[in-house]
C-alpha cells in the first residue's frame, strides 16, 4: 500500500489550504485514515482521522472547528481541508492507514505518506 499526500505550501495566517492523500489501492475501506503532523522538534502529532466502519470523524482540540476530514471511498481518498490557519499550525502533515486500535495513537497505523509541507506566516 502506498499513500501519496500533496496539496501542502505556504500561506499565510488566515488562509486555508487542502491536502489530500491518495492510496494506491482500496485501503480504506472498513479502516481508519488519519493525519498527523510534526514540526521541527517535536514529536508527531495526532490531527484528525476519519472511519468508514462507524467511528466517523475525530479531531485534535487544537484543530477542532478550523480543520475537516473527509473522504471519497471511490477515489480511495482523504482530505484535510484547513481553514483559519495559524503559525503554529506549521508543520509536515502526514496521511496514514490503520485498522484497529486508537485513532489518536500514531501507534494504530500501518501505513504512511511521504507527507506534505504546511508552512503559515505571521
Known amino acids: 500500500v502506498q499513500l501519496q499526500a500533496c496539496g501542502g505550501g505556504l500561506v499565510q495566517a488566515g488562509g486555508s489550504l487542502r491536502l489530500s492523500c491518495a492510496a494506491s489501492?482500496?485501503?480504506?475501506?472498513?479502516?481508519?485514515a488519519g493525519w498527523f503532523r510534526q514540526a521541527p522538534g517535536k514529536e508527531r502529532e495526532f490531527v484528525a482521522a476519519?472511519?468508514?466502519?462507524?467511528?466517523?470523524?475525530v479531531y485534535a482540540d487544537s484543530v477542532k472547528g478550523r480543520f475537516t476530514v473527509s473522504g471519497e471511498y471511490a477515489k480511495n481518498t482523504v482530505y484535510l481541508q484547513m481553514n483559519s490557519l495559524k503559525p503554529e499550525d506549521t508543520a509536515v502533515y502526514y496521511c496514514?492507514?490503520?485498522?484497529?486500535?486508537?485513532?489518536?495513537?500514531?501507534?494504530?497505523?500501518?501505513?504512511w505518506g511521504q507527507g506534505t509541507l504546511v508552512t503559515v506566516s505571521s
Open positions: 496514514a492507514t490503520g485498522t484497529s486500535g486508537s485513532v489518536t495513537n500514531v501507534r494504530s497505523y500501518d501505513y
Open positions: 489501492e482500496r485501503t480504506f475501506s472498513g479502516n481508519y
Open positions: 476519519i472511519s468508514w466502519s462507524g467511528v466517523g470523524t
